[in-house]
């Protein structure tokens, strides 16, 4: 059966977009040129530039490609929780072990705000990853009583633990310490906050 023009476009970006990680987690972006992405994709650079304007739009592509991954992972993970503290607990779960995924740490939490900026990088956590903790904490908020005022600056504090949590575990120290140490430390929040 003939693939569609649609389908061979789409197929062609992901393809581009696949390469593209690969030597971004191999190389860094600034050691990646487009000649060795096309090369590595088997396409032409016209092909790159019909669907990306430069570098940087595929790098911005592929970040909020693994952006979206993670925050899936997380969605995944926590759709059958019998109760919000059991969907934030899987939750927490889920994003350490989708922020395992070979690279990806380096994608989103080194390379991606150096290249996209700091402004840039913290929207594309709002819209995943941190969307996804803000929503698990704020059932748990409602299923113990807990006053919600400050949600959004709690998540933002949390957000940047779990991402320095990230960056220890990658560097070799234990996942299991840092996940617990995360638990305790919402679950210590919930008992302060007012009712």
């Known amino acids: ?3 569609s023009n649609k389908d061979r476009t789409e197929a062609t970006r ?6 593209a990680r690969e030597l971004f987690v191999e190389r860094g972006y600034n050691e990646t040129a487009t000649p060795d992405i096309v090369a590595a994709a088997g396409v032409t650079r016209g092909a790159l530039y019909h669907h990306f304007a430069d570098k940087r739009d ?25 109760s919000a503290r059991d969907a934030l607990v899987r939750g927490i779960t889920a994003y350490f072990d989708a922020m395992a995924a070979p690279g990806r740490s380096r994608l989103l939490l080194l390379d991606g705000p150096a290249i996209m900026g700091l ?7 709002r819209d995943h990853a941190e969307a996804s903790l803000r929503d698990g904490l704020e059932a748990y908020f409602r299923e113990t009583g807990s006053d919600l005022a400050g949600l959004e600056p709690l998540t933002s504090m949390l ?5 320095r949590a990230v960056l220890a575990i990658a560097a070799g120290e234990s996942r299991e310490a840092y996940e617990q140490a995360i638990i305790r430390l919402i679950e210590g929040l919930v008992t302060q906050l007012p009712r």
């Open 159 to 163: 957000s940047a633990a779990f991402d």
């Open 58 to 82: 595929l790098f911005l592509a592929v970040i909020d490609r693994e952006a979206e991954r993670v925050a899936a992972d997380i969605a995944a993970a926590t759709g059958e929780a019998a």
């Open 119 to 125: 402004e840039s990088g913290r929207s594309t956590d």
């Open 14 to 19: 992901q393809t581009l977009m696949d390469h």
């Open 1 to 3: 059966m003939r693939r």
